[in-house]
């Protein structure tokens, strides 16, 4: 059995943790208590990606794994994160209901679209010139909830230290942190990571993120809406609206610029008289090529990293954690997608 050390609760340092338990090792968590990550993060699994009309990267292979884990380990921690969706797509272009036409026929989508109907077409929820599509298989996490829970349910079991990661006590090399020597270190610290030293190599982003929470008796409560936008149903007629991208920056502000962007965004769906709530600021760790970041560093054998998940981390986080537990006790190859190697300089 292994003595395993991750430095990081969010998504991916929680999902690699149990996914390392399930294999039997015994596991230490040391986390800050602030994740500025999952603050703004939906949760939104959306098996499609709509500028092209096209399945999101992998998506047979996560989906097949991701509901069975959460509703589990939803279980395990005592909390139901688990919460299917229909998200209802408005079409930008007549183009774009084109292709959801020439894709629905198609086998290997039938599984996450419907197929368009009058009703549909003529659905009045939205300002819709050319009608809307409903994907299935949506669901999304409470990702507030899912740290808090798991970081609680580890935290109670002694297998979680809140701490602030401190650089004098690593020795990367000797795998020993604060004089304490553990059999594999991975490393899991978000958009925080590029100023970390071990991996600073790795071509990490820093993109904040605004959301809107507001109160709204129009929006539907059974939908998820998406046209520039999405709402989210979060219940009590209340809804998540999001999302901003702003690249490299690492503010946690959050702006009057922002909340008129996703005021005006929601606004061109449709007239929903919205009560503004709240706004929130985060920081998303995200990639250009839009792949994650795992593999062991190159010079220091048995440290690893976990991070990049980006926007459809809660999609991906089951299988790659699994993938990353196979590859550090087993040695089975990463997808090379995945593998940090990749990376020329590597």
């Excluded at 599509?133 to 109670?156: C, H, L, P, T």
């Excluded at 046209?227 to 809804?239: I, S």
């Excluded at 005006?264 to 970041?293: C, H, I, W």
């Amino acid at each position: 059995m292994g003595r395993i050390l991750i430095f990081g609760a969010g998504l991916a340092g929680t999902c690699l943790a149990h996914q390392l338990l399930r294999r039997g090792q015994e596991v230490l968590i040391m986390d800050a208590g602030e994740n500025h990550s999952s603050s703004i993060a939906a949760g939104m699994v959306n098996p499609m990606v709509f500028r092209r009309m096209n399945k999101s990267w992998r998506l047979d292979e996560f989906m097949q794994d991701a509901p069975a884990f959460y509703q589990e380990i939803g279980s395990e921690i005592g909390q139901e994160v688990f919460h299917p969706i229909v998200i209802r797509r408005f079409f930008s272009s007549e183009q774009e209901k084109q292709l959801w036409e020439e894709r629905q026929e198609l086998t290997e989508y039938q599984p996450y679209l419907e197929k368009l109907t009058s009703e549909d077409i003529q659905h009045q929820g939205a300002t819709n010139l050319f009608g809307s599509g409903r994907v299935k298989q949506a669901f999304w996490i409470d990702a507030q909830q899912w740290v808090a829970q798991n970081s609680k349910y580890f935290r109670e079991k002694g297998q979680l230290s809140t701490e602030e990661f401190e650089p004098e006590s690593w020795e990367p090399g000797t795998r020993s942190y604060r004089n304490i020597t553990y059999d594999q270190v991975i490393f899991c610290l978000g958009y925080r990571q590029k100023t970390e030293a071990t991996f600073s190599f790795l071509p990490l982003q820093q993109t904040k993120g605004q959301t809107l929470l507001i109160q709204s008796a129009v929006l539907p409560e059974n939908e998820s809406l998406n046209r520039k936008c999405f709402v989210l149903p979060m219940g009590e007629q209340q809804f998540k609206v999001g999302a901003t991208y702003e690249w490299n920056n690492a503010s946690l502000e959050t702006t009057l610029e922002a909340k008129e962007q996703l005021l005006n965004m929601l606004a061109s769906l449709g007239n929903y008289d919205p009560q503004f709530l709240e706004q929130k600021a985060g920081v998303r760790p995200t990639v250009l090529d839009r792949r994650p970041l795992m593999g062991e560093h190159p010079a220091y054998q048995g440290v690893y990293v976990f991070n990049g998940l980006g926007t459809k981390g809660y999609m991906m986080a089951p299988t790659l954690a699994s993938e990353l537990a196979d590859f550090i006790l087993e040695q089975k190859p990463l997808n090379p997608e995945t593998d940090i190697r990749r990376f020329k300089q590597i």
